[in-house]
């Protein structure tokens, strides 16, 4: 059984939307998912966004390149995290994964955005 998995990944064009989901397998501190990573072809993962918890709040924070295009949230149970992507540009063409605090991974899933 996966522990999470990943879903919504497509080819679009330049300019479109995707809204991916990662659904996890529980609601213990583990299995959540909270954060969204991607890998390109021959590079490395890198940081995408991720909601964390601070004094009682849940906050997001992305990586510079995702503000103000990327939107992460979650499902009210906590065990479905989203990512909607909006403004897709070439360079957001890579595999996304979603983790969580325990560093368990997803397979991944396909995005690519055609010019």
């Known amino acids: 059984q996966e522990r999470l998995v990943e879903s919504g990944g497509d080819s679009v064009q330049a300019g479109g939307s995707l809204r991916l989901s990662c659904l996890g397998s529980?609601?213990?501190?583990?299995?959540?998912?909270m954060k969204w990573y991607r890998q390109a072809p021959g590079k490395a993962r890198d940081f995408v966004a991720e909601?964390?918890?601070?004094?009682?709040?849940?906050?997001?924070r992305y990586a510079d390149s995702m503000k103000g295009r990327f939107t992460i949230s979650q499902a009210n149970d906590n065990r479905t995290l989203y990512l909607q992507m909006d403004t897709l540009r070439p360079e957001d063409t890579a595999k996304y994964y979603c983790g969580t605090r325990c560093a368990w991974w997803g397979q991944g899933t396909q995005v690519t955005v055609s010019s």
């Open positions: 529980g609601y213990s501190f583990c299995e959540v998912p």
């Open positions: 909601m964390y918890l601070e004094r009682g709040s849940i906050y997001a």
